[in-house]
């Protein structure tokens, strides 16, 4: 009798063993199901992630080459603008040589006039 409850005790130990390894194996399958499922979001949220710094990448080496070529234009422009500024300059500084050069003859002219309107004036006297 000893003997037929132990060995009763002993079926029941094991299956309640085998019972608990049951429910551990469907918890673990249960687990091993949600770590799967959060593994994949995880992966799909770098995924994203990364897809979006990539366009981010992308849209900031626009926005530079556009910031690089507006700036060498802008250099260029304060380029063109100091080469007009220095042609100006020289423009000017010839205009203001010719007016002089100007003056300068329309004074020798004046006076040649008037030395010729002289010689006229001696010559129509010495023939009248």
Do not use: P, W
């Not at 060995?7 to 687990?31: D, F, I, P, S, W």
């Not at 234009?73 to 603008?81: F, H, I, K, N, P």
């Amino acid at each position: 009798m000893f003997e037929s409850h132990r060995n009763e005790y002993a079926a029941g130990l094991v299956e309640k063993g085998n019972h608990a390894e049951a429910v551990l194996h469907e918890r673990n399958a249960e687990y091993s199901e949600g770590i799967q499922r959060l593994k994949h979001q995880a992966e799909a949220y770098v995924g994203s992630q990364n897809e979006d710094i990539a366009t981010l990448r992308h849209e900031l080496a626009s926005v530079n080459a556009e910031m690089n070529s507006s700036s060498a234009g802008r250099d260029q422009l304060l380029e063109d603008e100091e080469e007009a500024a220095c042609k100006s300059e020289v423009l000017s500084s010839e205009l203001l040589m010719s007016r002089a050069n100007s003056q300068h003859h329309e004074a020798e002219i004046s006076l040649m006039q008037n030395t010729l309107k002289g010689r006229l004036a001696i010559f129509n006297s010495r023939n009248c």
